[in-house]
Each structure stands twice: as C-alpha cells, then as structure tokens.
C-alpha cells in the first residue's frame, strides 16, 4: 500500500516542463488543448449528475493545468480548489478567473499528497482527471484524493485504459495522425487498466458506484459517454463511512 511521500517526490520533471511549455495555449480552444475544451462538457455534465449537482459544494480539483475543469465547476456554484504543480499552468488559471470574475475558484502549487494531509476530509467532491497518465505514483495520487474526501463524498478519476487499442487511438491516432494533441503527451507504459485503478481506490476507503467511457467522433469533434472503456475512461467512488 502506498503511502504519502515527502513534497513534490511524486512527479515527473519532464511532465511538468512539457505543459510549462506549452501553458500559455490552455484557453485556446483551436490549440494544444482542444481536446480537453470537447471534452470538458461532457464530463462535466457527468460529474453534475453523479453528485446531483456540485452547486454550494467543496470541490477539489488534482491537477488542475490551466483550470478549464475546475473554473467549469465553479460557474456552477461548487467552491473550487484546484491543485498542480505545474506553476505556468496556474498563473494562466488564475489570470483567466481573474478575467472572468470567477471569486469561488483558487489554485495552489502544491502536491496533492501535501495537500490532502492539510485538508483532511475536508471535500465533498474530488476530481482527478486526465492526470495519473502523467506521474510516477498513481496510486499516491489516488490515497490523497481519498484521503482529501470527506466520508460519503464523490471521487471522480479519468485515465486512459491500457489497451490495444487505447495505444491505437491515443498515441498513434491521435498523436500521430490527426495531431490533436502534442506529439508525447502520452506514455503507453503509464496508462492504467481500470481494475487495477479500482483495486488501489478500494484500499483506500473508496467504493466504485460507476465507470463510462469517453468516446471521441473525429468527423464531429465531439466526445460521448458510451459504457464501452477500453480507451478513455472515468470511474466514479463514494468515500466509505470511517
């Protein structure tokens, strides 16, 4: 089981400096982060229905990047944290709430493991989305993430399965050939099969209540929910009572 290490030990370098580098085009909905605009309705369309409406709630967002989710939320009415350590990436976040007078969104430069142990069950809701791709430790990300919600809370994660053709499409097709996302945005060797996903949340007092697939139609550019999840995936927990 894993257990939470020291300050910033969990991350990749190399990861933070790729969305450093490209931070400046989070909010480009033509840019490097397309994708993630096409998707951000529909999942967050999903979370408001598993949670029966984030409005007036605590939400934590692990691994924020420049905010596209976690300011997604906080027009809803949820009072948002959102957490990376990507620090280009926040100053864009920041900035934009600023900009859209977004007061019930905040972003920090810390680890979720650091994070979750000054706020313990302190969340209704966490979401971490399109993230455990991106570090060495998953599974420490996913005993912050439980151990930041309160018991009888909502725990979203999404991540990309380890399949055959979850390499096809998000590495070969996506990557390689149609160019929606930066070349190496992906590592195969990190994507994460949902059992394995489930095994790490159960052990740490969460339950899975759901999991849907996200679906992407290149002829339209739009991404739906189908229950298939053998490539892009989000598994729903409900913290246990302790």
């Known amino acids: 089981m894993s257990s939470n290490p020291v300050e910033n030990t969990n991350v990749d370098s190399n ?51 420049g905010g596209i989710l976690a300011e997604s939320l906080a027009k809803l009415s949820a009072n948002v944290v959102g957490i990376d350590l990507a620090q280009d990436s926040l100053n864009v976040a920041k900035l934009h709430a600023l900009e859209a007078g977004i007061k019930n969104v905040s972003y920090q430069n810390i680890s979720a493991e650091s994070f979750s142990q000054q706020n313990y069950q302190h ?20 005993c912050a993430a439980a151990n930041a919600c309160k018991p009888g809370g909502k725990v979203f994660f999404s991540t990309l399965n380890k399949t055959a053709k979850s390499y096809l499409l998000s590495i070969v097709a ?69």
Request: contains cysteine.
């Open 123 to 142: 969340f209704d809701v966490v979401t971490c989305m399109e993230m455990l791709e991106h570090v060495p430790d998953p599974e420490s990300i996913i």
């Open 174 to 242: 996506a990557e390689k050939i149609l160019k929606l996302v930066p070349n190496g945005t992906h590592e195969f060797e990190k994507f994460i099969k949902p059992a394995q996903l489930i095994k790490w949340a159960e052990q740490y007092g969460l339950k899975i209540r759901d999991a849907i697939g996200l679906h992407y139609n290149p002829l339209n550019e739009q991404f739906t929910l189908k229950p298939n999840i053998d490539v892009n995936y989000i598994l729903y927990f409900e913290k246990l009572d302790q």
């Open 15 to 65: 990861e933070i400096e790729k969305f450093n580098s490209i931070a400046e085009s989070w909010w480009d909905i033509e840019g490097n982060f397309k994708p993630l605009h096409k998707l951000n309705p529909v999942r967050v369309s999903y979370i408001q229905e598993m949670t029966e409406s984030v409005a007036h709630k605590e939400l934590l967002d692990i691994g924020c990047g």
